[in-house]
């Protein structure tokens, strides 16, 4: 196996580039190895982890790593399969520096052992953005109408749309081609707004690459069956194969995906209309879940997804086959939560709608939903008028009297028309420096309530990110990085201090995956046979967790985390605590303090659980 990372380096104002070589060792993957480059050049970067195109499942994912314009530091995101493609460019990672003097498409291609090809070539991206099928497809269509016909095998796209250019939380968005043509399969790396950073920084609306070229990849199944049956006493197959059910099919709830899995067991836990169902008793959240999830949004999904086997990889041999799919649409669970039930759409029609217009335009679509269900509640408590917000209607916010099908619709038509206002900075909406400055100057104007709906991780001055949505405190922890699984996110409680510890943990698990390139899914056997691997394949078994810990503590020293700014930050937490006691049952000491002290004083008692779990973060990543 190669012993160093090999990195391609283009100037996107001039086309000029230069490869690099990187030991392994020092650096061992696309996360350590893109926070050197991007701490000491300010570069985007996309890389593949040293086990792309090998024997092991979920081994193909494209790292993105750089500066996050809406979270305001280091953010790593990552897209399923692209890193398969990728690798027959015959390098580790592509990293981008300079900027182009007009949007345009970079285009790289390797045919066997050549040197790479390199152009970077203007566009116009509102033709291309406003032509069906519209945004960051049609952007993706038009790199490979360019030049598709130059790779000898299919070659792949990542592309931005509007999005990228009119807030900071842009996504990319890319998709497997089969004999050159577009695949309905859509992955992403939204989090973090990295399609922003593409666009703003780099001038770049889409990267289009492919090759042939040949390296050595570890393709040897028996020996990786052994130092599985060694481990787990079954072969790579049948140990992913079982690790990956949720996302595959799962006979315990009759459904599969995060989509299906979630909504089956949320129940009282489910969070719907900008999370004012924390407010709810445990009966009327059980009533919703039963009748606008279960009965309906669930069922359709089944029916429509599930039933018919609509299901696909995101393009790499995978048994996980998580890409469920109605036609065009993909059903993953939290874009179609916040931009479901979050924004008070219960009905799949009318969640497709709104999915595939912030898809389009390429948004991440998390945080969007996170803001859209923000105003949305503005809108319904009169916080803000519809002139305002540049829209024609308000919504149906409360279930009493919900139509689930036409009031669905009504709302994501709203959506629809609040992504317009933001894209096209109608009445007073513009969120060109992120959705945390535009709150924080209506707070000023129209009075703190307007703030205080808001859910969202602050960092620095305006770094914000809405959260992972599941209701439990690990998703507003003041970690690093937010918005991803860095964190705990388990339904039981801890004591703060002790979450700040599990965080921790769990930011090293992801962490060793995503610097291997490996999807989360897979993560049951992952996190274990990495080190071995590692060990097996470099005798670097030490060197490879000692470098974890490095790059973890070296990404925490950048921790600039602020103390929650919304109130409904606050009763997130406390109507959790409150639920662990009353519906859950539980009986902790610790937990009767912490709900003393919510009782007494909410915001101090806030401040002291939020100061809590930053010290266990602190005092668990530290690299000596």
Request: with cysteine; proline share 4%; hydrophobic share 35%.
């Amino acid at each position: 196996m190669d012993t160093n990372l090999r990195v391609l380096t283009v100037d996107c104002e001039n086309a000029f580039y230069r490869t690099s070589k990187y030991p392994i060792g020092p650096f061992f993957g696309p996360v350590d190895l893109g926070l050197h480059l991007s701490s000491r050049y300010r570069t985007l970067n996309f890389g593949a982890g040293l086990l792309a195109a090998s024997i092991f499942p979920g081994s193909n994912r494209l790292v993105v790593t750089g500066y996050s314009p809406c979270w305001g530091g280091f953010y790593i995101s990552s897209m399923g399969g692209a890193a398969l493609v990728f690798d027959n460019l015959g390098i580790n990672m592509l990293s981008l520096t300079g900027k182009a003097a007009v949007p345009s498409i970079l285009y790289l291609n390797r045919v066997h052992g050549e040197e790479i090809e390199v152009s970077v070539v203007p566009v116009d991206v509102n033709r291309v953005w406003e032509q069906d099928p519209g945004g960051v497809y049609s952007m993706m269509q038009e790199a490979l109408d360019l030049f598709g016909g130059r790779y000898l095998e299919d070659p792949r796209v990542l592309a931005i749309g509007p999005a990228g250019e009119e807030t900071d939380f842009g996504g990319i968005g890319s998709g497997p081609i089969i004999n050159k043509k577009m695949t309905p399969v859509d992955t992403w790396a939204g989090r973090g707004g990295l399609g922003t950073n593409m666009y703003r920084d780099h001038g770049i609306t889409a990267i289009i690459y492919g090759g042939t070229f040949i390296d050595e990849d570890f393709r040897n199944r028996q020996v990786a069956d052994q130092w599985f049956s060694d481990k787990y006493e079954k072969k790579v197959a049948a140990k992913d194969f079982e690790a990956t059910t949720k996302y595959r099919f799962d006979p315990k709830f009759g459904t599969g995906g995060t989509f299906g899995v979630n909504y089956s067991t949320l129940k009282g836990r489910m969070m719907a209309f900008n999370y004012q169902t924390i407010y709810w008793d445990e009966e009327s959240r059980l009533k919703v879940h039963a009748d606008f999830i279960v009965d309906h949004y669930l069922k359709q999904f089944n029916e429509e997804t599930i039933v018919p086997k609509q299901q696909k990889t995101c393009g790499e041999p995978c048994t996980a086959v998580c890409k469920k799919l109605n036609g065009e649409y993909k059903k993953d669970y939290e874009p179609y939560q916040t931009l479901g039930p979050q924004s008070g759409i219960f009905d799949q029609r009318a969640a497709e709608k709104l999915n595939r217009h912030a898809d389009k335009n390429g948004f991440d679509a998390i945080s969007l939903g996170g803001v859209l269900s923000w105003l949305m509640e503005c809108l319904d408590k009169n916080y803000l008028s519809p002139e305002d917000l540049g829209v024609v209607m308000k919504p149906r916010f409360s279930p009493d009297g919900f139509d689930i099908t036409t009031d669905s619709m009504l709302n994501a038509e709203l959506g629809v028309q609040l992504i317009d206002s933001i894209l096209y900075k109608r009445g007073i909406v513009n969120m060109e420096e992120g959705a945390r400055k535009f709150a924080r100057q209506l707070s000023r104007d129209r009075g703190p309530q307007v703030l205080n709906c808001f859910v969202y991780n602050a960092y620095g001055r305006r770094g914000w990110m809405v959260p992972n949505q599941y209701w439990t405190p690990g998703a507003l922890s003041p970690m690093s990085i937010m918005g991803k699984y860095y964190m705990y996110y388990g339904n039981d409680f801890l004591p703060p201090r002790e979450l700040g510890h599990m965080n921790a943990g769990r930011f090293l698990g992801e962490l060793s995956l995503d610097n291997m390139g490996i999807c989360r899914f897979h993560r049951a056997w992952a996190e274990e046979m990495l080190p071995e691997i590692m060990e097996s394949l470099y005798g670097m078994r030490t060197a490879f967790l000692e470098n974890l810990k490095i790059t973890a503590s070296r990404i925490n020293s950048r921790n600039s985390s602020i103390f929650w700014e919304s109130e409904r930050n606050f009763d997130y937490i406390h109507t959790f605590l409150k639920r662990q006691k009353t519906v859950e049952g539980k009986q902790d000491p610790e937990l009767d303090k912490w709900l003393n002290l919510f009782e007494n004083d909410k915001k101090e008692a806030s401040l002291s659980f939020w100061y809590e779990v930053h010290k266990g973060i602190h005092e668990s990543l530290r690299e000596f």
